[in-house]
């Protein structure tokens, strides 16, 4: 039942073929998105390494108690426990740091999140702070709606997402052009918060700044 | 539905940072000047209760910091971490957090917060 020669394939098209409806794209999976180059940027390599040493600082400072207990001092016998406890802490807190910046990172990906800036009840990623959740629920400093405290700095929540959007794809092709990409957005939407929030007689934050403020500087996509 | 409140972690946090807070003050303003003068029996003493006390202050700052969706890796969640350490800290950064945090965390919606009262005809 094998066909023995291969197909011709047709050229598309031609009279018998029509033109296939372009594929729909698909859009981009939170699930599947490569953004762990993060893990190795500069920042977090620096990161890794003083957890390590905070880590095997507070495991050596355990046994340097230890060896005095057992040397009679008493006292040392609480502190030879209490240090290994701040080093599993340790761990614990390196660990919640990278998931954390997983969920921020893949929430710039997640569709929900385009209707945070006016739909209250959506939950916002761990990691993004009460305090910019504030400009969430609508609003900026001065703004009737502003929840958030005084002098706080509001988070663009489109302009925020627009640029996780493109960090994400650029993460790819150079993790650490989309790094500084968002570097330049975060410092841009601070200081236009600012700007916004000492002109306290003006109306709510724009929300939906019309592009990425990252999209206006140099990249390598140009 | 989550069984402890935002305002349960918040309480907790504050009487940890209170009692730390005092016991660091006491331990640098009166344990140290007594072990100096060859009394150091409540240096020693007080300085075991606020090791352990202060475990308890770096979980209950944490849970708050993860509730209050701070970023961890920011200087924010380091200080309000090592503030049980330094004395007259957990003060400043008690009130700071309140400020800065858990007071708009309380005021945001879909908290059980007091209903508003109705707005006024004029």
Redesign the interface.
Known sequence: MESSAPEPVPEPGSIANPPLPPEPQPAPDPERAVIWPFLVSRKWLL?HVTAAAGVWGMLWLGDWQYHRAVGGNG?SW??TF?WP??AV?GVV?WA??IR??FR?RRAGLDPNLAIAGTD??VQ????????Q??SY?GGAPGDPRW????G?EPVLAAAWRADMVQAAAQWTADPELAEYNMRLATLNAKAKAKEQSREKGKPGIALGLPASAASQEPTAES | MRAVTLRQQVLAYRVMAYVTGVLIIVLCAVGIPLQVTGHPQLEQYVGQVHGFLYIVYVVMAFLLAVRLRMRLLSWQTIVLLLAGTIPVLTFVVERWMTRRYIGPALAAPGQAAPAAPAPVQS
Request: proline residues 6%; hydrophobic residues 45%.
């Open positions: 990161w006292l609480a502190y209490e406890l701040f802490f807190f919640k740091t954390d910046e921020i209250p009840g916002l990623p761990a990691g993004l702070g009460t305090e959740a504030g629920v929840t958030g405290a005084d706080a």
